[in-house]
């Protein structure tokens, strides 16, 4: 079982961080897959291609057929864009669960289709924050979770890690240097504990499932943020495409409610669960986002699924 760290050399803030991940000791060369070349420290492969890190699809299963060597999971380095050109670091998984088999994604993936959440997400957000205030980036650059979003089409467990959210932060090399320092103590390529290994959970098995909000998905970060929580997908309310049923049904029962909202939250919690074998996947609302009808629907659906609800204080 190994990991894959992927990169791409047409974006600075995938490429500076795996160049320095690279001059830390004991890499190897390793195959090339299709032209793309390799290198290998332990269990970890680091893949640099040359194509939008978004659009190389299956890597996982291509590796595998290459080496023979079972994908554990997947981490792929990237640039954030923002509108606020906030310089930031963020932590996410993937997926575009919530669009229709007749859409075409705009940034990758598969349409209705989300990949398996990494568990690393809570702790490499902490950790994360941790090493980017060790080296002084904070409080210029903020650590945020993103929601779910974008490709590619993988089906291991995933995340993605950002430098945003300018040209001129992503070829930051502190920040660079900052990433390179979580995929190092994050794997334990230096000899440590690895970070955020599900199966050393300590005997906390509840895993949060965020649902509503907005893309940085605040009210989810509160809780994520404290020691000890684990985090599958997190759906904002882009993600969760629900249809006014009119005034006439305005307690907005599940059934009346249209759009691809029910699929989105089905995959969503799916894929989590199979990312925490032996976890109890819990739904944590951002309540104040929804209007009453859309409260109602998703609470009644989430029954429907036997899916329960968590209160902040059941995370930790």
Do not use: C
């Given at each position: 079982?190994?990991?894959?760290?992927?990169?791409?050399?047409?974006?600075?803030?995938?490429?500076?961080?795996?160049?320095?991940?690279?001059?830390?000791?004991?890499?190897?060369?390793?195959?090339?897959?299709?032209?793309?070349?390799?290198?290998?420290?332990?269990?970890?492969?680091?893949?640099?291609?040359?194509?939008?890190?978004?659009?190389?699809?299956?890597?996982?299963?291509?590796?595998?057929?290459?080496?023979?060597?079972?994908?554990?999971?997947?981490?792929?380095?990237?640039?954030?864009?923002?509108?606020?050109?906030?310089?930031?670091?963020?932590?996410?998984?993937?997926?575009?669960?919530?669009?229709?088999?007749?859409?075409?994604?705009?940034?990758?993936?598969?349409?209705?289709?989300?990949?398996?959440?990494?568990?690393?997400?809570?702790?490499?957000?902490?950790?994360?924050?941790?090493?980017?205030?060790?080296?002084?980036?904070?409080?210029?650059?903020?650590?945020?979770?993103?929601?779910?979003?974008?490709?590619?089409?993988?089906?291991?467990?995933?995340?993605?890690v950002e430098i945003g959210s300018t040209e001129e932060h992503w070829k930051r090399q502190d920040a660079a240097q900052v990433v390179a320092s979580l995929i190092w103590e994050g794997l334990g390529l230096g000899g440590g504990v690895k970070v955020?290994?599900?199966?050393?959970?300590?005997?906390?098995?509840?895993?949060?499932?965020?649902?509503?909000?907005?893309?940085?998905?605040?009210?989810?970060?509160?809780?994520?943020?404290?020691?000890?929580?684990?985090?599958?997908?997190?759906?904002?309310?882009?993600?969760?495409?629900?249809?006014?049923?009119?005034?006439?049904?305005?307690?907005?029962?599940?059934?009346?409610?249209?759009?691809?909202?029910?699929?989105?939250?089905?995959?969503?919690?799916?894929?989590?669960?199979?990312?925490?074998?032996?976890?109890?996947v819990l739904a944590h609302l951002d309540q104040k986002s929804f209007k009453s009808w859309q409260k109602n629907a998703i609470t009644e659906f989430l029954t429907e699924q036997n899916i329960k609800i968590g209160k902040p204080g059941d995370f930790?």
């Open positions: 079982m190994v990991t894959l760290v992927v990169a791409t050399t047409t974006d600075a803030a995938s490429l500076g961080p795996a160049s320095a991940l690279l001059a830390m000791p004991g890499w190897l060369p390793g195959p090339s897959l299709q032209e793309i070349p390799s290198f290998k420290h332990g269990e970890v492969r680091l893949l640099k291609h040359d194509n939008s890190i978004i659009s190389e699809d299956h890597l996982d299963k291509r590796w595998e057929e290459l080496t023979g060597e079972v994908v554990e999971e997947a981490i792929f380095l990237s640039k954030h864009t923002a509108v606020s050109n906030r310089p930031s670091l963020t932590v996410h998984p993937i997926g575009v669960p919530h669009l229709r088999d007749d859409e075409v994604p705009p940034q990758g993936g598969k349409p209705g289709w989300a990949a398996p959440p990494s568990p690393r997400i809570g702790p490499w957000l902490r950790l994360l924050k941790t090493i980017a205030q060790s080296q002084n980036l904070i409080p210029e650059f903020e650590v945020t979770l993103e929601a779910t979003h974008h490709g590619p089409e993988i089906n291991s467990p995933t995340m993605f955020g290994d599900w199966n050393r959970n300590d005997g906390n098995n509840k895993v949060l499932l965020g649902i509503g909000g907005g893309h940085y998905a605040p009210r989810h970060m509160d809780i994520v943020r404290n020691d000890g929580v684990w985090v599958g997908h997190l759906l904002s309310g882009y993600a969760l495409p629900m249809e006014d049923p009119g005034k006439s049904k305005a307690q907005g029962n599940a059934k009346d409610v249209g759009g691809t909202w029910k699929h989105a939250i089905k995959v969503a919690y799916e894929v989590t669960k199979s990312s925490f074998p032996g976890g109890e930790y």
